[in-house]
């Protein structure tokens, strides 16, 4: 069974803090996504990463897959209340648009 | 807009009754699925549909039931649900499940939130 651990689960920081989420499996995965979740809303993706040792940046976001394809994580730099939400990770593998999600860490901003 | 709508967003329905949630994408995917969140616990997949077959079952007990009419509707019958089937249910739609397309993003509804009294 393909699991995906998040950590931490909860993290409450004061605005212009930097913080990174990590979520870890033992097993690899062909793509690894992250989405964005707010209260009474639906999960919105930021982004996709699908090669190992792979960077990507949005805005104050990196997103960094490892060079195994097992783990992946998120840093914000100079944290905003607005990005307060539940962050979730997602392993996607194969070809039958099965993704296994990770338990979420919620991120309160506080201005 | 998320291009997939859920509805109701809100359902409140005792153990006996029976009901559907809806769901509506309007993104010309090919592929959908029905997600169960519950508190403090993953988001678990229960159904894939690809070009309204399904293509998945997560082992989800038969008082949950699926039908995909055609590519651009999902729906989920319920019957007999437990207290602990209260969550929100979540629907997803990607282009397809397979091939170059496999990493494609899933684009989510905002969800049916079910208690179940």
């Known amino acids: 069974t393909q699991l995906l651990k998040q950590s931490p689960q909860f993290l409450s920081i004061q605005e212009g803090e930097n913080l990174t989420v990590y979520c870890n499996s033992s097993s690899v995965f062909s793509s690894l996504q992250w989405y964005r979740q707010e209260p009474g809303e639906g999960p919105v993706l930021l982004v996709t990463v699908v090669t190992g040792g792979e960077v990507k940046k949005l805005k104050r976001l990196t997103f960094q897959f490892g060079d195994a394809r097992k783990d992946s994580s998120l840093h914000i730099t100079a944290a905003q209340p607005g990005d307060t939400g539940l962050y979730l990770c997602a392993g996607g593998s194969g070809n039958t648009g099965k993704l296994i999600f990770g338990q979420g860490t919620t991120l309160q901003v506080k201005p | 807009e998320t291009g997939v709508t859920q509805t109701p967003r809100h359902l409140v329905m005792g153990m006996t009754n029976k009901k559907s949630l809806k769901c509506e994408q309007h993104?010309?995917?090919?592929?959908m699925y029905w997600y169960k969140q519950s508190a403090k616990k993953p988001l678990e997949l229960m159904f894939v549909?690809?070009?309204?077959?399904?293509?998945e079952n997560n082992s989800v007990p038969s008082r949950f039931s699926p039908e995909c009419p055609n590519s651009s509707h999902l729906f989920l019958h319920l019957h007999t649900l437990q207290p602990e089937d209260s969550a929100l249910y979540l629907c997803?739609?990607?282009?397809?499940?397979?091939?170059?397309?496999?990493?494609?993003?899933?684009?989510f509804g905002d969800g049916t939130r079910l208690s179940i009294l």
């Open positions: 997803a739609s990607s282009q397809d499940i397979e091939g170059i397309h496999s990493n494609q993003p899933q684009h």
């Open positions: 993104l010309g995917h090919n592929a």
């Open positions: 549909y690809n070009f309204k077959e399904q293509t």
